[in-house]
């Protein structure tokens, strides 16, 4: 089972909504991309403990981000 996935300095500006289907993700870098929405998988990642989503362009964090209950480290710094 996956649980580490970093995506870091990718360009991306989305991710297929099938990541949602790693559901032992617990680690999730998607670093110095393109992001200007947080992607609607993530929301659904429940044992997701770390989310990277530093140097993106993200304009807002939606408010059920506080789906993820396990969530203990989330980065936006320099969005």
């Known amino acids: 089972h996956l649980k580490s ?3 870091s300095h990718n360009f991306l500006t989305a991710v297929p909504q099938t990541l ?10 998607l670093q110095a991309n393109n992001f200007t ?6 929301l659904e990642l429940a044992l997701l403990e770390t989310l990277d989503m530093s140097k993106n362009q993200l304009r807002t964090i939606p408010y059920i ?4 209950e ?7 710094d320099n969005n």
């Open 37 to 42: 929405d947080m992607p609607n998988a993530i």
């Open 20 to 29: 949602s289907l790693c559901s032992h993700l617990r680690y999730l870098s």
């Open 65 to 68: 981000i506080k789906r993820l």
């Open 5 to 7: 996935l970093a995506l």
């Open 70 to 76: 396990r969530l203990k480290v989330f980065s936006v």
